[in-house]
């Protein structure tokens, strides 16, 4: 045999083989699935229209339910909005990352799914609500020079807002101010689906983030979509009116990936980042206990559907647990991204053989803190340890039988409670190394690390004053601004 035709033969081989062993998600760009995770801001657990809510119609979350994989016990990763979007993006439970609660800046130590992704050949980009970049007050466009910005995330376009958004929003394209008028949710879908068909065209997967500013308050919805619930007190209407538009909008980016040709192989993950609201009626959380803020059910179970026609053939409701925490590892599995992607510590799992139909139970606990507070659920089981004066005061409930956490079973199952409080002990004493810096190649926390601080406080957003002093969700607080001096 000539020589050249021998290496010939050999590289074929090689390739092959190489071929063979990469992860499926890799084999061929055609193959992977694009990608787009939808997240509402304070929706509860019971505003669905096929968990029956009583005045709630949600004819598009319904629709993607009975075409995909439902979650009845999906968790959001912290009872508040900032960690819950810490956690999305690390797998990570969110004191590991920095973000304690509400306004703190994640971590740049952090490595994320969209950077993983990017890495791997996608298109990225991130529209609507962000709160990572340790920034309070109600939402402001994000500044192109800030450093803790989408893009510093690997996102590599950007519609972007720090915190909450309603109506007739002001939204910045990576560091360009553009206002807009109309429903908060629909604009960003619209603005995202531009991205969307733009890489569809271009034959390039993309990982799309769609993060909604409602149904936080303020409440302003349309006068339509408000109308349907007149016997409601205000603040109740408005809400429910804002969810009627926010689920249309679920309907436009199903309509929107189908037109393009691309509804069959693109994963679509919809969740809530916390529980629901108390003070609405009717119940924002479907009769479970507490609320947003609170580490009982109420606070973290929220809405979780998965819609991927491609892999998820048949419709189905799984009752095993999984939370926020899960979908960069499952992303990073169906991809084939490498190992290294997130950090090796990671509190979420894989749950792409649930996809498959293959898992009937969660081979590893479900851990939350907030606060001073934990829980850990595991199986039917959750233990709560929540502060008490100076002591901890502990619960023990089977959510099985009791779903609404009302029968306290320590005294009667002690070796569960046991079994229980020692994980949940193991799990704390490693957030803290985390929280120390321990996990990261430096052994400790960038010491540059920002404080959470108020826009209305810094200088860049102070030059804005002027212009935005009318508008509704910043009138308020720049009159006390402008007060303080």
Same mark, same amino acid.
């Given at each position: 045999m000539l020589p050249h035709l021998r290496?010939?033969?050999?590289? !074929?081989? !090689?390739?092959?083989?190489?071929?063979?062993?990469?992860? *499926?998600? +890799?084999a061929a760009e055609t193959e992977r699935p694009n990608i787009v995770l939808v997240m509402a801001d304070d929706m509860g657990w019971g505003q669905t229209g096929y968990y029956n809510h009583p005045v709630l119609k949600t004819p598009n979350l319904d629709a993607m339910a009975a075409n995909g994989l439902r979650f009845d016990r999906f968790y959001a990763g912290g009872p508040v909005c900032s960690p819950?979007?810490?956690?999305? +993006?690390?797998g990570r439970t969110h004191e590991r990352t920095g973000v304690m609660t509400h306004g703190y800046? !994640?971590?740049? @130590?952090?490595?994320?799914? %969209? @950077?993983?992704?990017?890495? %791997?050949?996608?298109?990225?980009? /991130?529209?609507?609500?962000? /709160? !990572?970049?340790?920034?309070?007050?109600?939402?402001?466009? *994000?500044?192109?020079?800030?450093? /803790?910005?989408?893009?510093?995330?690997g996102f590599q376009e950007w519609l972007s807002v720090t915190n909450f958004f309603d109506r007739d929003p002001i939204l910045s394209r990576q560091g360009e101010f553009e206002e807009f008028a109309g429903d908060s949710s629909e604009i960003v879908v619209d603005e995202a689906l531009k991205f969307i068909h733009k890489n569809a065209k271009a034959k390039k997967p993309f990982f799309t983030v769609i993060w909604y500013g409602t149904p936080h308050s303020p409440w302003r919805a349309?006068?339509?979509d408000a109308a349907q619930f007149d016997d409601l007190e205000r603040n109740s209407k408005e809400h429910y009116g804002e969810l009627v538009a926010m689920d249309r909008s679920i309907g436009t980016l199903r309509a929107g990936l189908k037109d393009a040709g691309i509804a069959e192989n693109t994963l679509f993950w919809f969740c809530s980042d916390n529980g629901g609201l108390p003070r609405i009626t009717p119940d924002t959380v479907g009769g479970l206990r507490g609320n947003k803020g609170s580490l009982y059910e109420g606070g973290l179970r929220v809405p979780g559907i998965v819609e991927w026609p491609a892999q998820i053939t048949k419709a189905r409701v799984t009752k095993v647990p999984a939370c926020t925490m899960d979908i960069a590892p499952t992303l990073v599995d169906i991809v084939g991204l490498p190992s290294d992607t997130l950090l090796p510590t990671l509190d979420g799992i894989s749950l792409k053989p649930m996809f498959e139909g293959t898992v009937l139970s969660r081979p590893q606990p479900i851990g939350f803190r907030y606060r001073d507070g934990s829980a850990l659920t595991e199986g039917d089981y959750k233990i709560l340890a929540l502060p008490n004066k100076k002591k901890t005061r502990y619960a023990l409930y089977n959510l099985k039988d009791d779903m609404k956490e009302t029968q306290d079973l320590q005294a009667s199952e002690p070796k569960v409670f046991a079994d229980l409080k020692s994980k949940l002990d193991k799990w704390n004493a490693s957030v803290d190394r985390s929280m120390a810096g321990k996990d990261y190649p430096e052994g400790r926390v960038d010491p540059s690390h920002p404080e959470p601080r108020y826009w209305i406080d810094l200088k860049a957003y102070q030059a804005y004053f002027d212009a935005w002093a009318d508008r509704p969700e910043y009138k308020s607080w720049i009159q006390r601004a402008r007060k303080k001096k």
């Open positions: 290496l010939c033969r050999i590289g !074929l081989f !090689l390739f092959t083989a190489l071929l063979t062993r990469l992860p *499926v998600g +890799l819950t979007r810490a956690t999305v +993006l690390t800046a !994640l971590r740049r @130590q952090e490595p994320t799914i %969209a @950077q993983g992704l990017a890495k %791997a050949g996608y298109a990225t980009g /991130h529209f609507g609500k962000w /709160h !990572l970049n340790g920034l309070r007050g109600p939402g402001v466009p *994000v500044l192109e020079d800030d450093p /803790h910005s989408p893009g510093e995330f349309a006068k339509d």
